[in-house]
């Protein structure tokens, strides 16, 4: 009897109950409605987009611009041309991340201990202090070339985000200085033409070429424009706000309906009260 209450014992120790509350809050409550995060797993708020970088003597009354002028405000003020650059000296630093294992690893750390002991019932008690550093190295001398191989990699990502920053520049000074009917592709566009399938594509390059032939030649010129600003404001990366898209009917986002019915709730206007 005594060994079958030890087994029951034994068998209830070792299973765990979950509490159905915990299960709600840590995941969605059925498979067709979205998860709301607590407060502390919610991303964080957008910051609002800064206003245009232009130079104050740009803005003086009866100032005529010149070519240079508005190539110059065009380049710096472009989501593409920022991004890419941001792009480029992430690239830049990953090569010299990987070059640093080329150098030798050294690790210090200190110890400290203290320890007492007593003898003979507690008559005699002994405190000893320990104490000293420690450094430790290490150099990989020979890897049979992986070191090599990472690096060179890093290089070759490191030319592809400049030529890209290039690219940028080259499609914003062509759309603003001679009218050339660029699509310039930064993260909205992307994001936008692989999610209504307007252009998918595995790369901005593809992304660009789809979206020049499928777009009608009188929009090509604000086509670009167009595409971030409805990125930034209405289809957002975190939870597009489907609900508002002017586009839902034609858009080919498979959850878009599932997003729409997050609409907020109207505000609710309460007239005052005839006296």
């Not at 005529?64 to 003020?77: C, E, H, I």
Request: glycine share 4%.
């Amino acid at each position: 009897m005594r060994r079958a209450a030890a087994l029951v014992l034994l068998a209830s120790a070792g299973c765990t109950v979950v509490p159905q509350g915990m299960l709600k809050k840590s995941a969605s409550p059925a498979p067709q409605e979205p998860w709301t995060p607590p407060e502390s797993g919610r991303m964080p708020p957008a910051e609002p987009a800064p206003p245009p970088q232009v130079p104050e003597e740009y803005m003086r009354p009866g100032t005529t611009l010149t070519l240079g002028q508005l190539v110059d405000v065009a380049l710096l003020n472009n989501p593409v041309t920022r991004e890419s650059w941001h792009t480029a000296r992430a690239a830049a630093a990953e090569v010299g991340s990987r070059r640093a294992t080329y150098f030798p690893f050294v690790e210090a750390d200190g110890v400290l201990e203290r320890q007492k002991s007593s003898a003979v019932g507690g008559q005699f008690t002994f405190l000893q202090t320990t104490y000293g550093p420690a450094v430790a190295a290490s150099w990989l001398l020979f890897d049979f070339g992986a070191r090599e191989a990472d690096v060179q990699e890093a290089t070759r990502d490191l030319y592809a985000a400049d030529w890209a920053h290039n690219a940028a520049i080259q499609n914003v000074v062509l759309n603003v200085a001679f009218e050339e009917l660029t699509i310039a592709v930064d993260t909205h566009v992307f994001r936008v033409s692989n999610r209504t399938r307007l252009a998918p594509g595995k790369d901005p390059l593809e992304v660009e070429m789809k979206l020049l032939k499928v777009t009608p030649k009188k929009y090509l010129k604000n086509a670009h424009h167009y595409l971030i600003l409805h990125g930034r404001y209405t289809c957002i990366a975190q939870k597009p706000l489907c609900w508002k898209c002017p586009i839902l009917e034609q858009c080919e986002f498979p959850e878009r309906k599932k997003f729409a019915k997050l609409a907020p709730e109207p505000v609710k206007k309460v007239l005052p009260k005839a006296r």
